[in-house]
Structures are given as structure tokens and as C-alpha cells.
């Protein structure tokens, strides 16, 4: 019983840029899927992001590119995805934005 509720909490958990990353780790996902899915997930802007004292700064924001910080971190995606991620996120959503020129 104690089985059954787990899988029921397992599926209702959110699916972040984090759990891909966990995902992956357990060898659940190829390399090519992870990025994949890294790529395709659609990263809560930076601009959504509370910056008054409900989000504690220390903490990560779940969906946010947070969650791609914590898995480099936790050494459940290494640089090189980092980095592939990033750069096509950049290219697909001009972000973060452009600085305005001087």
C-alpha cells in the first residue's frame, strides 16, 4: 500500500528542469533525451520570479533556471549539457534578454 501511494506522489510531482536532470542520473534518460528535454521544457522567466521577501534567496525556484544550476551542482548533468542547454534556450527565447547597447 505504502508502494502504491509513493508511485501516486511520484506522479503527481511537478515535472522541473531538476527532475529531468534526476532522471537522467538514474539512467532513466539517454543523454540525447535529456537535452532534448532540457531544451523543450519552458523555463519560468526571470521576470516571474518574486523579488520581494517571499522567495528567500538562498533558495532555488522550482522551473526556474535554478533547477539547471542545482543539477550542475549535484553533478546530474555535466558542463558540456549545461552549456548546450543554455545556448539554444538563449537562441529560442533571447534569454536572458539582450543588454541594451551602450
Known amino acids: ?3 502504491q501511494r509513493q ?9 522541473t528542469p531538476f527532475t529531468i536532470a534526476e532522471r537522467y542520473g538514474r539512467g532513466e534518460l539517454t543523454r540525447d533525451e535529456v537535452i532534448r528535454d532540457l531544451i523543450d521544457y519552458d523555463y519560468l ?21 535554478d533547477d539547471m544550476e542545482r543539477a550542475l551542482g549535484h553533478k546530474l548533468i ?3 549539457i549545461y552549456q548546450l542547454v543554455l545556448d539554444a534556450v538563449r537562441e529560442r527565447e533571447s534569454w536572458p534578454p539582450p543588454t541594451a547597447p551602450s
Open 1 to 3: 500500500m505504502a508502494d
Open 45 to 65: 522567466p526571470q521576470d516571474q520570479i518574486p523579488d520581494d521577501m517571499t522567495v528567500d534567496i538562498a533558495q532555488y525556484v522550482d522551473g526556474s533556471w
Open 7 to 15: 508511485d501516486q506522489d511520484d506522479e503527481e510531482r511537478e515535472i
Open 78 to 80: 555535466d558542463a558540456e
